[in-house]
């Protein structure tokens, strides 16, 4: 990574691999290489290059701070888990680059967005795990402060399934 911004950007991208980091910086979330492919596709944004000099051109794509859940709602609902960095300081306190740090992790099953979560049904985040024939099944809804566990034969995980219509669903491997 050759520039400063880059350098942390990796860093945090690092500890957050298998999500869509959207990365703070001034009015704009900004997204950089596969993270700004696959947002420039799913939420319609407009995908650029920036030479970041031996770093090459690297894929770009951003939007308005403002228009966060809106975007965080568009890409949990396409199944995507979305790691939101912030700006941890005023940038014009600043000594070099701006401190920055993941606030937030959201998942279709965690959101608390308003604009994502149905008033008529429950935002279930689920977990199963098989032991022989039957499986234990846990499930809630965090935004109603609702939890269940259970245990039950593993022919009637699939009716369950189907009846509860989780908004994730977590299989241990």
Same mark, same amino acid.
């Given at each position: 990574?050759?520039?400063?911004?880059?350098?942390?950007?990796?860093?945090?991208?690092?500890?957050?691999? /298998?999500?869509? %980091?959207?990365? &703070?910086? +001034? /009015?704009?979330?900004?997204?950089?290489?596969? /993270?700004?492919?696959?947002?420039? *596709?799913?939420?319609?944004?407009?995908?650029?290059? &920036?030479?970041? +000099?031996? *770093?090459?051109?690297?894929?770009?794509?951003?939007?308005?701070?403002?228009?966060?859940?809106?975007? %965080?709602?568009?890409?949990?609902?396409? !199944?995507?888990?979305?790691?939101?960095?912030?700006?941890?300081? /005023?940038?014009?306190?600043?000594?070099?680059?701006?401190?920055?740090?993941?606030? *937030?992790?959201? @998942?279709? !099953?965690?959101?608390? @967005?308003?604009?994502?979560? $149905?008033?008529?049904?429950?935002?279930?985040?689920?977990?199963? @795990?098989?032991? *022989?024939? @039957?499986? +234990?099944?846990?499930?809630? $809804?965090?935004?109603?402060?609702?939890?269940?566990? +259970?245990?039950?034969?593993?022919?009637?995980?699939?009716?369950?399934?189907?009846? %509860?219509?989780?908004?994730? %669903?977590?299989?241990?491997?």
């Amino acid at each position: 990574m050759s520039t400063p911004m880059l350098k942390q950007y990796a860093e945090i991208k690092s500890q957050y691999p /298998d999500v869509i %980091l959207f990365y &703070r910086m +001034g /009015d704009f979330y900004e997204l950089f290489y596969d /993270d700004a492919v696959t947002s420039s *596709e799913v939420l319609g944004l407009t995908l650029t290059r &920036r030479n970041h +000099g031996k *770093e090459g051109d690297v894929p770009l794509a951003g939007f308005p701070h403002h228009q966060l859940e809106n975007y %965080l709602s568009k890409m949990t609902r396409a !199944g995507y888990r979305v790691a939101v960095c912030d700006q941890l300081e /005023d940038p014009k306190q600043a000594k070099g680059i701006v401190k920055r740090g993941v606030t *937030e992790v959201v @998942s279709a !099953g965690t959101t608390f @967005s308003g604009t994502q979560l $149905d008033d008529q049904k429950n935002n279930y985040l689920a977990a199963v @795990s098989w032991v *022989e024939e @039957s499986c +234990g099944l846990a499930y809630a $809804d965090i935004t109603a402060q609702e939890f269940f566990t +259970g245990i039950l034969p593993a022919a009637e995980l699939l009716t369950r399934l189907v009846a %509860l219509e989780p908004a994730e %669903l977590i299989v241990a491997a």
